[in-house]
Antibody, heavy 123, light 107 residues
Framework: QLQLQESGPRLVKSSETLSLTCNVSGVSISNSRYYWGWIRQAPGKGLEWIGT???????YYNPSLKGRVTISKQTSKNEFSLRLTSVTAADRAVYFC???????????????WGQGTLVIVSS | DIQMTQSPSSLSASVGDRVTITCQAS??????LNWYQQKPGKAPKLLIS???NLETGVPSRFSGSGSGTHFTFTISSLQPADIATYYC?????????FGGGTKVEIK
């Protein structure tokens, strides 16, 4: 059964870098059928797509994050990662890792989702 | 970016009621629309892909319709287990975007 599990520091200082990893079990992230990505949700707010990475290494980012975001994959560990630099209070959110399916660039729909991890930005 | 506007933002209905949520896209997205259910404290769950394709295991009381810019999500007979926030999401163009959500409560 496919499972995704986020890990990483829950507390990040303002202006520093947020780093999260998603461990995938049950399917290889090298499977050409899937994208892997990150979505976040600020407390009490809606969902924001951060970006997705394909098995080939192609990566698609949300321009709203203005070059602060990097998604990478570690195939040997069946993991993929998120780095978000220069964080501010606005980056406080629950971060979900997801599998994306579908034929469109970046993926079409997200299933399943990791349980999510709340990242707090401290001053 | 394609803006997705959901309405209403919240609703309260009785068990057994028919519930309808709408999602309006800022431009034509053909049939490139999905629906998710998020229960409190949980991750979203994909319910419907490609406007109307019910995911495996999702009760048949859920359905979706529409095309172009106007889409509808319906719960034919609201159940207590359906208390959640529902989101639409378009994949016609990057960045992938979600609607603001509709919180469904029991009256």
């Amino acid at each position: 059964q496919l499972q995704l599990q986020e890990s990483g520091p829950r507390l990040v200082k303002s202006s520093e870098t947020l780093s999260l990893t998603c461990n995938v079990s049950g399917v290889s992230i090298s499977n050409s059928r899937y994208y892997w990505g990150w979505i976040r949700q600020a407390p009490g707010k809606g969902l924001e797509w951060i970006g997705t990475i394909y098995y080939s290494g192609s990566i698609y980012y949300n321009p709203s994050l203005k070059g602060r975001v990097t998604i990478s994959k570690q195939t040997s560990k069946n993991e993929f990662s998120l780095r978000l630099t220069s964080v501010t209070a606005a980056d406080r959110a629950v971060y979900f890792c997801v599998r994306a399916l579908g034929a469109t660039l970046g993926g079409s729909w997200f299933d399943p989702w990791g349980q999510g991890t709340l990242v707090i930005v401290s001053s | 970016d394609i803006q997705m506007t959901q309405s209403p933002s919240s609703l309260s209905a009785s068990v057994g009621d028919r519930v309808t949520i709408t999602c309006q896209a800022s431009q034509d997205i053909s049939n490139d629309l999905n629906w998710y259910q998020q229960k409190p404290g949980k991750a979203p769950k994909l319910l419907i892909s490609d406007v109307s394709n019910l995911e495996t295991g999702v009760p048949s009381r859920f359905s979706g319709s529409g095309s172009g810019t106007h889409f509808t999500f319906t719960i034919s007979s609201l159940q207590p287990a359906d208390i959640a926030t529902y989101y639409c999401q378009q994949y016609d163009d990057l960045p992938l975007t979600f609607g603001g959500g509709t919180k469904v409560e029991i009256k």
